[in-house]
């Protein structure tokens, strides 16, 4: 349709989000870290940090490869990220494990229609979003287990970050 983008414009714009948002887990990581580093909970963050740092560094050599600016918004996502998850951690361990199931839920989402729009042309993008979605939804599992549902606050928790989370998303692609 006419004002639509490109096959390339639409891959370009899939790996300057898929960048933004794992640079965005990296920070978030960081944040809960800095707040619950040393404890049994930041055990388990580091595990899921050590993960998102992998992804991140597959996204930073495809978007070098491809030449795929990053989004103009990185600074913001450099504190906002760091933000929610030294904020979440700072409610307790439930609320930093509810802030990453929340996020992995999207996130989830976010991959699973990327994937399905991806050919055979994209096979690499596709394996790699795929990789990375089940790492992503083992974070999430695992989140769920560590007592996410028993943080205070739950719902309105959780609703607030998945919010955030999708308009990150938004604003990652075009910017």
Not at 56 to 67: I, P, Q
Not at 97 to 118: F, G, N
């Amino acid at each position: 349709m006419p004002g639509d983008p490109t096959r390339e414009e639409l891959v370009e714009g899939m790996i300057r989000v898929d960048h933004a948002g794992e640079f965005g887990a990296v920070r978030i990581y960081a944040g809960q870290l800095a707040v619950l580093g040393g404890t049994k909970a930041g055990e388990a963050i580091a595990e899921m940090a050590e993960q998102e740092r992998r992804h991140l560094d597959g996204f930073d050599r495809l978007a070098a490869a491809r030449r795929v600016r990053p989004t103009v918004l990185s600074p913001l996502w450099h504190v906002a990220g760091f933000a929610l998850g030294a904020g979440t951690a700072l409610l307790g361990p439930k609320a930093a494990m509810a802030c990453t199931q929340a996020v992995e839920e999207v996130i989830d989402e976010h991959y699973a229609a990327q994937a399905a729009r991806l050919g055979d042309d994209e096979a690499e993008l596709r394996d790699m979003i795929e990789d990375f979605r089940a790492d992503e939804i083992e974070h999430r599992d695992r989140a769920v287990a560590e007592g996410a549902e028993d943080a205070p606050g739950y719902e309105l928790l959780t609703g607030a970050v998945k919010a955030g989370s999708r308009l990150a998303i938004w604003l990652s692609t075009r910017f």
